[in-house]
């Protein structure tokens, strides 16, 4: 249904909904998270950064 894309997008660009990009990343498994977690609740990875930095130059390290 094309409809429902339409009201998720409508919604977003009114601030009524969270926005996909969260400020830490888990190199792991690339799940997001709002906050800085020590160890990735989802993988158990030591590698959360800062999403900015992730995107700024691909890795990094
Ligand atoms: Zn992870």
Redesign the pocket.
Known sequence: MVTMGVLERAKRASGLSEPEALPYL??????QFDIQYHT?P????Y?IRRAKWVNADGESR
């Open positions: 888990c190199l792991g498994c690339e799940t990735c989802v993988c158990g990875k590698d």
